[in-house]
């Protein structure tokens, strides 16, 4: 089994930014990749952002320029920079990893930019 536990959510004024991070531990042999969805009250859960184990990255358009992505292998860890926050990213950040077929799911950050 792997967990993966999130930090860095919060509150944040539009304009802001805010690092996420989220750590993997437990049964990890081969991470296919890692990233984040987020998750906005009555709307579908949405890829944000992933980083694959070879390094390549894919964003959602909406917030391609402003998020970046990034890891560190060594420590299982996978890290989400927001700058230029606007009120549309509120919502919970879910991290999401992909190991041999399996998907794997932390608990979720909040995130709320305020206008």
């Known amino acids: 089994q792997v967990q993966l536990v999130e930090s860095g959510g919060g509150l944040v004024q539009a304009g802001g930014s805010l690092r996420l991070s989220c750590a993997a531990s437990g049964s990890i042999f081969g991470i296919d990749y890692m990233g984040w969805y987020r998750q906005a009250p009555g709307k579908q859960r949405e890829l944000v952002a992933r980083?694959?184990?070879?390094?390549?990255?894919n964003y959602a358009d909406s917030v391609k320029g402003r998020f970046t992505i990034s890891r560190d292998s060594a420590k299982n860890t996978v890290y989400l920079q927001m700058i230029s926050l606007k009120p549309e990213d509120t919502g919970v950040y879910y991290c999401?990893?992909?190991?041999?077929?399996?998907?794997?799911w932390g608990q979720g950050t909040q995130v709320t930019v305020s206008s």
């Open positions: 980083i694959s184990a070879g390094g390549d990255t």
């Open positions: 999401n990893l992909g190991q041999r077929g399996t998907r794997y």
